[in-house]
């Protein structure tokens, strides 16, 4: 039998995931790239025991046993049969696995990003020492990741930071090949961005209305334009965000998240039927934020904002902040590293 503890990250896009390649329904390879800055306050923790077995998994999250009929468990045995594929010889193990976030789950932060991250690293280290291995390079974990949750693979990346997942898919003469070119990287670690602080809110703590997995397959079948978006984003947003995060020019980074974020949500919004993920509060937040030049809004799948903001004004977006959802209902983290094998 081997243990292994993990911790990982969260993160939070800042040019956003949404929809899956159709070609490739079941490798989740993304229609475009994306980028996000890991979370260090948002982490999960998780211990993974391996032993020879049959390819049983049980799971406990939060302290909670999950039964294997309950929509958390999907998640989990929909990434073991996709890993299983993928190495052979992961059928011929137990898992158990025990999970804990620091943070409210399905309120818009990743925790599936988190707690999938956690699993792969986990998994690629509990193999190591059971098969005498090699180590699973960066790249391999983040595959592994992706196939657990999109999001995941951003997570996955040991040095952190900013996060690309490539789409890769351009130049893949097939499925294998697809596969292998959709992972994640650091671009720059998190010193990098040690002038910048994240300010994120948790005032929302329910589920999600429609989950994320559900929503991208809808907004590619039913949005008119969504090839139009994907193009845009990959060809012009993406390539402007990776500079100006290159150049440290905040002032560009924080009006082009601003955008990104914008349009990821009106394209929920034109899906059929349609995807609304931000409410009354999100709104006053877009207002309270947008014309401060030192700060972005973003939000994920739900009406939880990150700012992003120069650690030098972060009081003054706090304080606009506070008034809006009060002080207990914000946390303020540094871009983070990546996992650690504890
Ligand atoms: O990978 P998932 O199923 O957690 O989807 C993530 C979707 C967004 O959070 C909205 C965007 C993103 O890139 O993280």
Redesign the pocket.
């Known amino acids: 039998m081997v243990s292994v503890e993990v911790v990982a990250p969260s ?3 800042l ?4 929809g899956k390649h159709p070609d490739y329904p079941d490798l989740f390879i993304p229609t475009k790239s ?1 980028v ?1 800055f890991n979370i260090d306050a948002f982490r999960t923790k998780t211990r993974l025991k391996v032993r020879k077995g049959k390819g049983a998994v049980r799971l406990k999250l939060n302290g909670r046993r999950i039964a294997a009929d309950r929509a958390e468990f999907s998640y989990l045995s929909g990434f073991f049969s996709r890993m299983q594929s993928r190495y052979r010889f992961a059928r011929d193990y137990d898992y158990d696995i025990e999970s804990r976030n620091n943070f409210p789950t399905a309120a ?1 932060f ?1 925790s ?2 988190s707690g999938l991250s956690a699993l792969a690293v986990s998994f690629a280290r509990a193999m190591r020492e059971e098969r005498e291995l090699p180590s699973l390079d960066d790249r391999e974990v983040s595959i592994i990741a992706r196939l657990g ?4 693979a ?1 997570s996955a990346p040991s040095r952190g930071g900013l996060v690309i997942w490539h789409r890769g898919y351009d130049n893949a003469r097939n499925a294998t090949q697809a596969s292998e070119s959709s992972f994640a990287e650091t671009l720059y670690g998190p010193r990098h961005f040690s002038d910048l602080e994240l300010i994120c809110i948790t005032a929302w703590q329910g589920a999600k209305k429609t ?3 559900a929503g ?1 397959d809808e907004s590619v079948k039913s949005v008119y334009d969504y090839w139009q978006w994907v193009e845009h984003e990959e060809e012009v947003l993406l390539p402007s965000v990776l500079s100006a995060a290159k150049r440290r020019d905040w002032e560009s980074l924080f009006g082009l998240v601003k955008q990104a974020s914008n349009n ?1 949500h009106s394209l929920c919004l034109r899906t059929s039927p349609p995807i609304v993920y931000l409410n009354d509060v999100s709104r006053r937040i877009i207002e309270a934020i947008e014309p401060m030049k030192f700060a972005a809004y973003t939000f ?2 739900g009406p939880n904002a990150v700012v992003i903001t120069l650690k030098e004004r972060a009081r003054e977006a706090s304080a606009a902040l506070e008034k809006i959802v009060g002080g207990r209902n914000l946390v303020v983290s540094s871009i983070g590293a990546g996992p650690i094998v504890e």
């Open positions: 993160n939070i896009a040019v956003k995931y949404w994306s996000s818009g990743a599936s990003a949750s999109g999001s995941a951003r989950k994320s997995r991208m990821f994920d799948a």
